[in-house]
């Protein structure tokens, strides 16, 4: 039933409060809500706006099932600062002890893009300000999807670690950090998954030619399996035994709390703007 005027008069002005006031206030809270998020990835040297370099955390790395890996990771805003591994060998009890190389960093991909995800929708954001009119509703859904998609990317890169093959691990610059050099059958990565901080080493031994094991290549992954096969240079390898080690990084914690209200405050004043669809080409 088409809506009498009294009814669409009303409905206008509630649209017009929406688009001028109600609007502003969300985009108010997601920049508060944002920035808070970014301090985290910032972690700022202690003291009120002090700038200078991150500071550094160090984490313990252990599995409850497990005392063959075990290490300390120093995290320094989005990079390893320093790495310090023992891993026992269980064949012959031998202890191996690997270190990053004093000169040496390895950024964390992961965390620098989730934060320039985050940087990115303030700035959408902030080029909204108070004295700016929403005109339409598509104005201000468009906006919001923007939002949404650098909050979702942001949220994905912490969630979906890169799947990787063996030869892309082996290849990695990570395995030249260390010193002493990593062993030849020994590979590691590390990487985010959720809030924590993961290291993986893979155990590895040579396929000997005569072989009667069908080889077949393993494909990409987040975590390889023992029986994983890889060829790397003129040899074939297995992995033997794999070793995951973790630890949570409680501000990576609050980041993805912060992504998850901001992503449910866009979506309630989208569902809002919805309601009013059919003045979406309205213009007050």
Known sequence: MAATAAERAVLEEEFRWLLHDEVHAVLRQLQDILKEASLRFTLPCSGAGTEGPAKQENFILGSCSTDQVKGVLTLQGDALSQADVNLKIPRNNQLLHFAFREDK??????????????????????????????????????????VMLQLTRARNRLTTPATLTLPEIAASGLTRMFAPALPSDLLVNVYINLNKLCLTVYQLHVLQPNSTKNFRPAGGAVLHSPGAMFEWGSQRLEVSHVHKVECVIPWLNDALVFFTVSLQLCQQLKDKISVFSSYWSYRP
């Open 105 to 146: 960093q390895w950024k964390l991909q992961q965390i620098q893009d989730a934060r320039n995800h985050v940087s990115q929708a303030i700035y959408l954001l902030a080029n909204r300000d108070e004295s700016y009119q929403f005109r339409t509703g598509a104005e201000v859904l468009k906006l919001m999807d923007a």
